[in-house]
């Protein structure tokens, strides 16, 4: 495997870190999880404990001040092992980076040090039954009212929502300016009217809870506004460079891992007299898959550079997303193959990474929105001297 650059001592002793918490808090609890569909909020106070949640939140409201790569650190190796239970990805890198990007200082000394102790978790209420990818169609309703506003809809496959005490809300505060009218709250899910939904049950990611969200006449302060009134959709667009990122980083580290226990798995197995390793039909899938996956993941690090460099634009992020995505799934179901009947039981990591993995072609932009994205900035670049060289 190629070296990687991007890491120095400190972050790799923090990766140890990160590796002797899962061990002890994360790993012999996982499969209750799963059976649950929820994992317990000890684990979300032990991981602020350890330092290990809003790593980039500044020192100021009770975080470590640390760069970029430590959060990628935390994301990486929890997806190393599987474990798609606790949502601290969606907490630290979406809901935590809206509030310290957008966010009042008196919102920021609310919420950040309680996300970062694990005393508050964090969700983002985007989708809508109606409303995926296009987040412009959303239905959810904020009515001004004197000093307050007053919310009623509906979201749905909304991830830690069962758990969540701040919710990133997106709400339509003016539906005849489509876009242009839509708002972000920060709501506190302790008020009356928001109420919790099913904790829906899924392919994969069978331990973290993904749940419907009702608002029914929820009445927020007008200081719960996260931006200026009809700036929601421009505040999201500018974080989905981000979100797009941080599924990549985890579909490259799945990638690899799979690849890993597969050739482990395949040089012990026995047919017709030899190991399926030795079948060159192994060798030369297995070749196939990891090249792709060290490409994958020179072009990942490439795009964490440029994110740190505050350089990563949408057509990278977009190009990411799409090649990191088939590629995960590629690889989990070319894998599974080599495993036989064996690949098909819930007991081999295989088959939970295999279930896990086909959500990440629609979650943070379907592979479609992808390949029309960069579609259009190819057809744009050819009507613009000034992008002509990308």
């Given amino acids: 495997m190629i070296e990687r650059r991007l890491f120095g001592p400190e972050h790799e002793m923090f990766r140890d870190t ?12 996982h499969e209750q999880w799963e059976k649950d569909g929820i994992v317990s909020r ?8 350890a330092g290990l949640l809003c790593c980039t939140v500044p020192e100021a409201y009770g975080g470590l001040g640390l760069d970029y790569l430590f959060d990628v650190i935390v994301f990486e190796e929890i997806a190393r092992c ?27 000394q609310r919420w950040l040090p309680k996300m970062v102790s694990g005393e508050a978790i964090g969700a983002l209420g985007m989708t809508e039954p109606h409303a995926g990818s296009d987040l412009k169609n959303i239905r959810t309703r904020a009515v001004r009212d004197g000093d307050d506003f007053v919310i009623n ?3 749905v496959f909304i991830s ?15 539906s005849s300016k489509g876009a242009k009218g839509i708002t972000l709250f920060l709501v506190d899910t302790s008020l009356p009217g928001f109420k919790r939904g099913r904790n829906l049950e899924k392919l994969g990611l069978k331990a973290q809870d993904t749940s419907e969200l009702f608002f029914e006449d929820l009445r927020v302060p007008a200081d719960a506004m996260l931006g200026e009134e009809g700036q929601g959709f421009a505040l999201m667009m500018t974080k989905l460079s981000q979100e797009r990122l941080a599924q990549a980083i985890r579909s490259a580290v799945v990638a690899e891992e799979v690849i890993d226990y597969t050739v482990e798995y395949t040089a012990g197995r026995e047919a017709f007299g030899k190991t399926i390793g030795d079948f060159q039909n192994t060798r030369f899938k297995l070749a196939e898959l990891h090249t792709e996956a060290v490409i994958g993941r020179v072009f990942t690090d490439h795009c964490i550079q440029l994110f740190m ?8 992020a977009a190009m990411a997303k799409m090649w990191l995505s088939n590629l995960h799934c590629k690889v989990v179901d070319e894998c599974l193959q080599l495993f036989g009947g064996w690949g098909y039981m819930w007991e081999y990591p295989i088959a939970r990474a295999y279930a896990d993995a086909r959500i990440v072609k629609i979650a943070g932009g379907s592979i479609e929105i992808m390949k ?7 057809f744009d670049a050819r009507k613009s001297p000034r992008t002509a060289g990308r």
């Fill in 42 to 49: 000890d684990v979300w106070l032990k991981a602020g404990e």
């Fill in 153 to 155: 809809g509906q979201k």
């Fill in 160 to 174: 830690n929502g069962q758990m969540c005490d701040v919710l990133v809300l997106a709400a339509k505060t003016d």
């Fill in 82 to 108: 599987g474990y798609t239970g606790p949502g601290f990805l969606i907490h630290c890198d979406l809901v935590a980076t809206y509030i310290k990007s957008f966010g009042t200082e008196a919102q920021k």
């Fill in 18 to 29: 990160v590796r002797k918490f899962i061990d002890r808090e994360i790993r012999p609890y």
């Fill in 372 to 378: 029309h994205l960069i579609g259009r900035a190819l």
């Fill in 309 to 316: 460099d505050g350089k990563l634009d949408a057509l990278d």
